[in-house]
């Protein structure tokens, strides 16, 4: 199983659209999928039309209440399963960063699921800002996938994102963290501001950079209110074809690594 992070310290830049879509997509392609939503927002958990529950996320794993496998619950997508996330999560960023081990209870944690063979990936939905949450999903994953938004501003949290990955190397949680990708999203093809924002990170990402760039569409910023994934919601639409195509490049891309 391999653990991936769609991390950005930045909010509002598609992580949680494209976590939930692109697992998905993968699941219909029929790998295995456990979405993990780290984020105390739960956005991940309500888009799928999941109620959150007291002691239904990843928190009473990381206080040693509970075993991973007891929070995985299997969704209405075949092959897609999830840790759902609720509040409580929030409570983490104050108590582990006081525990001496806090870089590493999310690895530790998920763990037993690297050796399970349930799962063919883990996507962690990871909340937006640069805290303990976040730090421990990148320390427990070995891709961090990145999305970023078409617009000037997109730019500048990329590079402090980038930044973080050597630390976790060197902080000796994680030496072996590798970017799997940059995905750019919301793009609108009537602004020539995205399309010149897009050319610059593929200027100096290259091939770490998706082929598939994912449109603004309206259906994919109203899907999660209906609690459905984009297939689900609009099958054949713009934003479905854009997940479906990141999907089957992100598998390539695993096939050929
Ligand atoms: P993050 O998890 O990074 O905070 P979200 O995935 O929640 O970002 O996206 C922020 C908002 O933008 C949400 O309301 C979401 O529905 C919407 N959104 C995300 N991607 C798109 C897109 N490609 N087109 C239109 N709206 C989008
Ligand atoms: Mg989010």
Same mark, same amino acid.
Do not use: W
């Given at each position: 199983?391999?653990?991936?992070?769609?991390?950005?310290?930045?909010?509002?830049v598609?992580?949680?659209?494209?976590?939930?879509?692109?697992?998905a $997509?993968?699941?219909?392609?029929? #790998?295995?999928?456990?979405?993990?939503?780290?984020?105390? !927002?739960a956005? #991940?958990?309500?888009?799928?039309?999941? #109620?959150?529950?007291? &002691?239904?996320?990843?928190?009473? $794993?990381? =206080?040693?209440?509970?075993?991973v496998?007891?929070? +995985?619950?299997?969704?209405?997508?075949?092959?897609l399963? +999830? +840790?759902?996330?609720?509040?409580?999560? #929030?409570?983490c960023? =104050?108590e582990?960063? !006081?525990?001496?081990?806090?870089?590493?209870?999310?690895?530790?944690v998920?763990?037993p699921?690297?050796t399970?063979?349930?799962?063919?990936?883990?996507?962690?939905?990871?909340?937006? %800002?640069?805290?303990?949450?976040?730090? &421990?999903?990148?320390a427990? %994953?070995?891709?961090?996938? =990145?999305?970023?938004? $078409?617009?000037?501003f997109?730019?500048?949290?990329l590079?402090? =994102?980038v930044?973080i990955?050597? !630390?976790? $190397?060197?902080? &000796?949680a994680?030496p072996?963290?590798?970017?799997?990708?940059?995905?750019?999203?919301m793009?609108?093809?009537?602004?020539?501001?995205?399309?010149?924002?897009?050319?610059?990170?593929?200027t100096v990402?290259?091939?770490?950079?998706? !082929?598939?760039?994912i449109?603004? %569409?309206?259906?994919?910023?109203?899907?999660? %209110?209906? &609690?459905?994934? +984009?297939?689900?919601?609009?099958?054949?639409?713009?934003?479905?074809?854009?997940?479906?195509?990141?999907?089957?490049?992100?598998?390539t891309?695993?096939?050929?690594?």
């Amino acid at each position: 199983m391999r653990i991936v992070a769609i991390a950005n310290q930045k909010g509002g830049v598609g992580k949680t659209t494209t976590a939930l879509n692109l697992s998905a $997509c993968l699941a219909a392609e029929g #790998a295995r999928i456990l979405l993990i939503d780290l984020d105390p !927002q739960a956005n #991940a958990t309500s888009g799928l039309g999941i #109620a959150q529950e007291d &002691g239904g996320s990843l928190y009473p $794993c990381l =206080i040693g209440q509970y075993s991973v496998t007891d929070v +995985i619950r299997s969704t209405r997508i075949p092959n897609l399963s +999830i +840790i759902r996330s609720h509040q409580e999560l #929030a409570g983490c960023e =104050i108590e582990l960063a !006081q525990a001496g081990d806090h870089l590493t209870r999310i690895r530790d944690v998920l763990a037993p699921l690297k050796t399970s063979g349930h799962f063919d990936y883990a996507i962690l939905d990871c909340p937006p %800002s640069l805290g303990v949450l976040m730090t &421990g999903a990148l320390a427990a %994953s070995d891709e961090l996938l =990145i999305p970023i938004q $078409c617009e000037y501003f997109g730019l500048e949290g990329l590079s402090k =994102i980038v930044q973080i990955v050597p !630390q976790i $190397c060197e902080s &000796g949680a994680n030496p072996n963290l590798t970017i799997e990708g940059i995905v750019m999203t919301m793009f609108d093809s009537r602004m020539n501001l995205t399309q010149q924002v897009v050319n610059d990170v593929r200027t100096v990402f290259t091939d770490v950079v998706y !082929q598939t760039v994912i449109p603004r %569409s309206i259906r994919l910023g109203e899907a999660p %209110s209906f &609690g459905k994934t +984009i297939v689900e919601y609009d099958p054949g639409g713009r934003g479905s074809l854009a997940y479906q195509a990141l999907a089957t490049e992100f598998l390539t891309r695993h096939r050929n690594s």
